[in-house]
């Protein structure tokens, strides 16, 4: 099943929607009928509007910009060609409006990381009050959907501190939508479902009701609470009626899902191709496989293989889209099950290499992006410095020149700027090792838990074992991997799996001593190195740790699904102090775990089969238990 919360440019549209068809006169050749009228007029406009701007007050034509930015893209270029040609005329109040004019339209573009720069620049310089909040909201609404959710948020909440200083109803109600949008989109279901009710309850227009009413119903599905059939039809025929095609179609792609988990599949398929039409009118690309990849996957689901195949293969040939969005990881998937059935295992295998490559970059480029951000700060500061520095001797130099040709006095004081100059350097050292163990840490640490990473896990566990043998002391190694974590993944997304293998690390932490190293391995598995610990305290610390992670409660998170892991566990007095001895003895434990039912403690005995090792019964956790277990307390 598709999982909308992905698919993060189809809900923005409240800033516009890009037109990413051929050149101006490719699409005048594709129309007829009305739509020639229509551009054609848009034509005449733009020639003519110029001139009425230079004689008439601008401001009109900025009102009748922004009326039209979202529902009219060729009426919109035409007056902000009409707009430029008059800015000479206009008030300082003015260009700051006719710089967001130019942000939305590079947006409606669909060159988001420039609008974004656009809106970000003027949210930082803009002097109105209504302009600035509008900046802050086009910033939060361009930089999630190129998926940057951490500056997204920065600048969502920077603007709604300043909803106060705004008087007008409408950007009120038009940044509640944006925030319900953001909120979507970062996984802040809630966020987003309290921001579109708040529109739903007191709208200004029936347009503005049709966007929070296609928000709250998208929210209520991933939150496991969606809404009544009738609910969704009536917001359906509503959007339809105000001409909103594109939130009729996700307000028919949310009731498709809905209807697909209640397994009224057949219906879904049938909804979504008997509005197909509809879908093609919007000439919005992101939609059109937003709706095609569903068809595939539901499709495949009833058995019709080559509709599932046509489907699929016409969202993997569309040339808009980006290659790891989640429309093209469903054709990936649907072509891997469709080859499979057919018994092209060369096509199966092709497809299914596609499909873990692009999910992974999905989950990988958050993390790559925000290490790269960090890296970029770090580099800057430290470039910055550097040039301060130089800057700072030169005038030393000088300084000591001068002094060489004056008396006592000068002397003197040339001796208070070398001491000023050797405090401003010390500053700087300072400086460069704080931002050396920053650096350090983010080298060594997990950038999701927090934990070592797996290099750095392993060189600080071949220290201590390293100490333990010096000194004959006992250590052990705990793996345990998370059990059915890629059912979580699958079903409630992967923000859901991050914050749950957040929790996990911490409900483990709370059982680490100081002088233990806790390590994420990689996806789900984990590792402890357990300092002074032999095998059976290592095994008490294991079943703690085991009943710790089943008691989160994972509804928080959105995903009702219990969570439980498999844990191994090795120690030095049967495995060695060799750390890739003992990591396998650990991980061939926690395998048996997993192959004896998951969800238990398995020991390394030192025996070649399975007569060696013993097992620790899995704790029944009750669903809504959320008292944390104590801590272990071992002593040596």
């Known amino acids: 099943m598709i999982r909308t919360r992905n698919a993060v440019h189809a809900s923005w549209l409240r800033i516009g929607r890009p037109d990413v068809g051929g050149a101006r006169q490719d699409r005048l050749k594709r129309v007829s009928g009305q739509g020639v009228r229509k551009w054609l007029a848009a034509a005449g406009m733009a020639l003519w509007l110029p001139c009425v701007a230079w004689a008439a007050d601008l401001q009109p034509l900025l009102d009748r910009a922004d009326a039209v930015r979202s529902s009219d893209p060729a009426q919109f270029e ?39 720069t656009q809106a970000e620049n003027l949210f930082a310089t803009a002097q ?14 361009t930089e999630v959907i190129t998926r940057d959710f951490p500056e997204a948020l920065r600048y969502l909440d920077q603007a709604l501190a300043q909803m106060d200083s705004v008087t007008d109803e409408h950007t009120r109600e038009e940044g509640q939508r944006v925030a319900a949008t953001v909120y979507n989109l970062a996984g802040r279901y809630q966020k987003g479902l309290d921001h579109a009710r708040s529109v739903v309850a007191s709208p200004l227009s029936e347009k503005s009701l049709c966007v929070a009413r296609h928000l709250e119903v998208e929210a209520l599905l991933h939150l496991g609470q ?23 179609g996700l307000l028919r792609r949310d009731l498709a899902i809905k209807w697909a988990g209640e397994g009224r599949t057949a219906d879904a398929v049938s909804m979504l191709e008997r509005h197909w039409s509809d879908v093609e009118t919007t000439r919005y690309p992101l939609l059109a496989a937003i709706t095609r990849a569903l068809i595939a996957d539901y499709r495949l689901q009833l058995g019709d293989v080559a509709g599932a195949h046509a489907q699929a293969r016409t969202v993997h040939a569309m040339p808009q889209l980006d290659p790891h969005s989640l429309p093209i990881i469903t054709a ?86 070398l001491a000023l100059f050797a405090l401003a350097l010390a500053a700087w050292g300072w400086r460069g090792r704080r931002m050396q163990t920053a650096l350090r840490k983010l080298a060594q640490s997990d950038p999701l838990t927090g934990v070592a990473n797996r290099l750095h896990f392993r060189a600080q566990a071949e220290a201590s074992l390293a100490r333990a043998a010096q000194h004959s002391r006992p250590a052990s190694v705990l793996m345990f991997d998370l059990d059915h974590f890629k059912r979580i993944n699958d079903c409630f997304g992967h923000a859901a799996g991050d914050r749950l293998l957040v929790d996990v690390a911490r409900a483990v932490q709370v059982h680490c001593r100081p002088e ?58 049967l495995s060695g102090s060799h750390f890739e001895t003992l990591a396998a003895h650990a991980d061939a434990a926690m395998y048996r775990a997993k192959t004896g039912g998951r969800n238990r403690v398995v020991v390394h005995r030192g025996a070649p089969d399975d007569a060696g090792i013993t097992t620790s019964p899995p704790v029944v956790v009750a669903p809504d238990a959320r008292s944390p277990r104590p801590r272990l307390q071992r002593t040596v």
């Open 226 to 248: 969606p809404a009544e059939d009738a609910y969704v039809q009536g917001a359906i025929a509503q959007c339809a009626i105000q001409g909103d095609l594109v939130a009729a």
């Open 128 to 141: 109105q009050p209504t302009i600035r909040f509008r900046a802050g909201m086009l910033a939060a609404n």
């Open 516 to 573: 233990d190293v806790f390590g994420r391995l990689g996806g789900e598995e984990f590792a402890v190195l357990l300092a002074d610990c032999d095998l059976e305290q290592a095994r008490k610390v294991a079943q703690a740790m085991r009943e710790s992670i089943a008691v989160i409660d994972t509804r928080a998170l959105g995903c009702p699904l219990p969570i439980s892991a498999s844990f191994g566990c090795a120690s030095t007095a």
């Open 332 to 417: 990936h998937r649907v072509l891997y099950e469709v080859a499979k059935r057919r018994g092209d295992a060369a096509t199966a295998l092709a497809e299914h290499e596609h499909y873990a490559v692009a999910d992974k970059a999905r989950l990988d480029e958050v993390q790559a992006r925000e290490v790269a951000i960090q890296l970029g700060k770090l580099e800057l500061t430290t470039k910055n410095q550097s040039i301060e520095l130089l800057s700072e001797r030169n005038r030393v130099l000088q300084l000591q020149h001068e002094v060489a040709r004056a008396d006592m006095w000068n002397a003197r004081s040339g001796i208070a700027l």
């Open 78 to 116: 035409a007056l902000l060609s009409a707009i430029d040609a008059a800015e000479p005329q206009a008030t300082q109040a003015q260009r700051e409006h006719i710089r967001l004019l130019r942000a939305y339209f590079t947006a409606v573009r669909g060159e988001m990381d420039h609008a974004a």
